[in-house]
């Protein structure tokens, strides 16, 4: 029975509601290949030129390419598969259209693989593409990559301030400067299309993908989405347009992504028609009157139906009231969460207008499926030929049929291009103008060089912090400074000015120091995330330990200046009362030197870069006021929508209220040691293998050769860890963090400790629960039994009562850790790991 009731919690959690599913489901039953409408008027949305005009010739040139291929070779053309579950044979073999490099796939498994391998890859699948033995037809295949903020997946590549940096510097030119600046240097790896730009207006700032929006105002985001695809793509009838110094570009996600319901990532938009358009909607027109070739679907729903098989939407008002004549292409295994539809069969997403099916690992059986609907009919062959005629046209446009293979292409292998000083300085340009000044009490920014200046937070240092998630990996976690050969930290930036400038620069991990400084810059903020494991309850910032250090400052009298890392505004009152100068910094990415040039003077006293940035996202007054935008009603943020101070203004606030808003039960300990395929605050995973142990923060990490950890995905994407013992040698996994106090809990018969987990290889010996109470208490569990009994390869639920727990020996009082160990080999996948309660 629980199970069940898990089943349809995660059923309620996709697709938003028990209602919607059921209808949704009882549609799948009768067998329609499409979803009935939700009320949307296409007469009512803005029509546009369409872009780019078609060509005769080229029109004529694909009805000759589709009237020779068969079914299978169409088909193929529809299908994108991800590097890490496609070869270069497969690409011959099927004939597949695209490939994709997903935020953790890289060549050789390994995402820092240096450029040079990336561009021998490009070489290998562009050859298996073009391979016309056996009558095959060469149609090159067309390579994507998420390059969101520089082409961020590439070792040594510039990486831009996030866009809600980018929306704060109010400058559209340098959003196409950086536009043109991505696409040559993606170029070098040899790929040809980005998934860029995010044209999302954020309207709830809970959502992780909050960074990637310009702004919470639409006007701010359709101004953005001419400049930045004019950047990538070229201008539009020009003969620099799709030329061999450009890009495809992706407008993204159609549609209404930024507005669901509690900032839930792929969640559900209830808007209405007219805000639907009127600002989610937004920065499409502009997108397509400047040339965009693709448009991504959104995972998200509309009024509880998916965007994915909305036919309304991606047909009738982007395609046919638009003109829109590129193709669609879905987001990751997106189609699968239409109810009716799975990862490898969805005629409704394809029936609806998605001409492209982004199926990374489950594209050979969507492949077969979708050959087999076309030839019962369930997908008509004029549905899958003009689906197919769009992604030509665009392979077409772009030059890929005359361009020789990746490497021999003008700029590919030029790595010198990839962080090239004149690059960096645009990024530079770009962190000076996003910074946004709040507060500059008694006039003390900017800062004079020749003087002792302390600097320290987690942030100073960190260029993996600065540089946030979408950078090297997905989840942009697990880097270090040396994984940016071209970058620089802000601890950098400052020290090299500071001593140019004759004073004295002191960096200090905890904020000790010897002799008093002169002033303090703390830098501090968000740890990289990226889309899903981002999403926030509230906007409360969840650390004390820089509040602390701020006021042990402020309570010595050494001025402070404190620099916010941070991929959305939060509530961060306290700290900015305890800071004498208060920097939001956003994500700047790689030039960290761009923070140095804004706070301190040139070395003879004199301004040396002014404060540029204004809001383009309203500053909370409250941790609950997650959804405080411009225009609505009852606004009243702390700081509103355009403030940003410069060194002109009056920069001394009066104290601040520190009303958080949260009542008790929402700044409560969570239950929840472990959800979402990572660990939740304050707890960590740590793999341990003899004397070593390792946080995991990478979506791979092995261990010697006794232990292997991947992400995967169960219902969304790495929503999941894998976790492999050889057998080698006694292997640990474990959530740990502070001593806790579970004893309420554990009085309570009901209590469970709650797995949902999958065995995917039966132990071959013992396997131990070990609960950790500190330094010298443990207690041990033998769960062998249990995981042999599990059905093999199938997610299911164990409910380990906490009084067995109790009765092993563990102080519930001071729970420290809870994992897993054994010294043999077995595979255990895990997506959740939580106390609940069992009772009525």
Not at 431 to 444: A, F, G, I, P, T
Request: proline fraction near 5%; charge should be negative; charged fraction near 20%.
């Amino acid at each position: 029975m629980k199970i069940n009731m898990l089943s349809s919690l995660l059923l309620f959690l996709v697709f938003g509601s028990f209602a919607t599913y059921a209808a949704y489901t009882a549609t799948a039953a009768r067998g329609q290949n499409t979803l009935p409408p939700t009320t949307i008027t296409p007469e009512n949305w803005p029509t546009t030129t369409g872009g780019a005009t078609l060509d005769t010739a080229m029109e004529t040139r694909i009805d000759e390419l589709i009237s020779s291929m068969t079914i299978e070779e169409l088909v193929g053309q529809t299908i994108q598969a991800d590097i890490s579950d496609v070869t270069p044979e497969d690409v011959r073999r099927y004939r597949l259209g695209s490939i994709l490099n997903g935020g953790n796939s890289a060549p050789g498994e390994d995402v820092r693989a240096e450029p040079a391998q990336w561009l021998a890859l490009a070489d290998e699948f562009y050859a298996a593409s073009m391979d016309t033995t056996h009558g095959r037809k060469a149609i090159p295949i067309l390579w994507g990559t998420d390059a969101v903020h520089g082409h961020n997946n590439i070792i040594g590549a510039t990486i831009f301030p996030h866009n809600i940096g980018l929306g704060a510097t109010r400058n559209p030119g340098l959003i196409q400067q950086i536009g043109e600046i991505t696409a040559r240097e993606v170029i070098v790896t040899g790929m040809d299309w980005t998934f860029a730009p995010t044209l999302a207006v954020v309207r709830d700032n809970r959502w992780g993908r909050t960074y990637e929006s310009y702004s919470e105002d639409p006007e701010i985001v359709a101004e953005y989405a001419t400049a930045i695809v004019t950047g990538l793509q070229g201008e539009l009838n020009s003969n620099r347009f799709l030329s061999n110094q450009h890009v495809i570009a992706t407008a993204k996600h159609f549609i209404g992504d930024g507005g669901t319901q509690r900032g839930k990532d792929q969640g559900d938009n209830i808007d209405s028609e007219i805000d639907l358009r009127d600002y989610h909607g937004a920065g499409y027109p502009p997108a397509l009157e400047a040339g965009v070739q693709t448009v991504m679907a959104s995972f998200s729903s509309w009024q509880g139906q998916r965007m994915h098989g909305h036919k309304t939407l991606l047909t009738d008002v982007l395609k046919t009231r638009m003109g829109f004549n590129g193709f669609v292409v879905g987001d990751w295994n997106g189609h699968a969460q239409i109810p009716g539809c799975s990862t490898k069969s969805c005629p409704i997403a394809f029936n609806a207008g998605i001409d492209m099916f982004m199926a990374p690992d489950s594209w050979r059986g969507l492949y077969q499926n979708t050959v087999a609907q076309v030839k019962s009919g369930e997908i008509s062959r004029s549905r899958l030929d003009d689906a197919v005629r769009r992604i030509l046209r665009v392979k077409l446009r772009s030059g890929l049929f005359e361009k020789p293979k990746p490497s021999a292409r003008p700029l590919a292998g030029n790595y010198s291009l990839l962080g090239h000083p004149n690059h960096q300085a645009i990024a530079r340009q770009a962190v000076q103008e996003s910074l946004v000044l709040l507060k500059n009490q008694e006039n003390l920014l900017p800062l004079r060089t020749d003087q002792t200046i302390l600097v320290t937070g987690d942030g100073a240092d960190n260029i993996s912090q600065q540089t946030g998630g979408w950078t090297l990996s997905w989840q942009g976690t697990g880097n270090r400074n040396e994984h940016f050969p071209n970058g620089k930290s802000i601890w950098e930036g400052l020290k090299s000015a500071i001593t140019d400038g004759g004073g004295n620069a002191v960096l200090s991990a905890d904020g000790s120091y010897g002799q008093t400084p002169d002033v303090a810059i703390v830098v501090f903020g968000e740890n990289p995330y990226a889309e899903f494991k981002g999403d926030l309850e509230n906007l409360n910032y969840p650390s004390d330990k820089e509040l602390q250090l701020l006021q042990s400052f402020q309570a010595k009298g050494i001025p402070t200046v404190a620099v916010f890392l941070s991929g959305r505004p939060l509530w961060v009152t306290p700290e900015i009362n305890a800071a004498d100068a208060f920097v939001v910094a956003w994500l700047p990415g790689s030039a960290g030197e761009g923070v140095a040039d804004v706070l301190l003077r040139k070395p003879n006293g004199a301004i040396n870069v002014d404060f540029k940035g204004k809001l383009s996202f309203s500053w909370p007054r409250t941790a609950t006021e997650a959804k405080v935008n411009r225009g609505e009603n009852n606004y009243d943020p702390l700081f509103p929508y355009g403030y940003g101070l410069t060194y002109k203004d009056n920069g001394t606030l009066a104290e601040l209220p520190e009303t958080s808003g949260l009542d008790g039960s929402e700044t409560t300990l969570s239950n929840a040691f472990f959800a979402f395929g990572k660990a939740i605050a304050p707890w960590s995973l740590q793999a341990t293998v003899g004397e070593t142990s390792s946080t995991v923060v990478d979506a791979r990490i092995q261990l010697g050769k006794a232990l292997t950890i991947r992400s995967i995905d169960r219902a969304a994407q790495e929503d999941a860890q894998q976790f492999v013992w050889s057998g080698e040698e006694r292997g640990a996994i474990a959530l740990t963090g502070p001593a806790t106090d579970y004893t309420a809990a554990a009085h309570y018969d009901d209590m469970v400790l709650a797995m949902q987990y999958r065995v995917d290889a039966l132990p071959d010996g013992p396997v131990t629960l070990v609960a950790q109470c500190g330094d010298d208490c443990r207690a041990d569990l033998d769960l062998t039994t249990l995981f042999t009994a599990a059905p093999l390869g199938e997610w299911t639920q164990a409910e380990i009562p906490l009084s067995r727990l109790v009765g092993a020996g563990a102080d519930m009082a001071q729970l420290t850790a809870l994992g897993l160990e054994t010294t043999e080999a077995f595979s255990l996948s895990l997506s959740d790991m939580r106390l609940i309660s069992t009772g009525e």
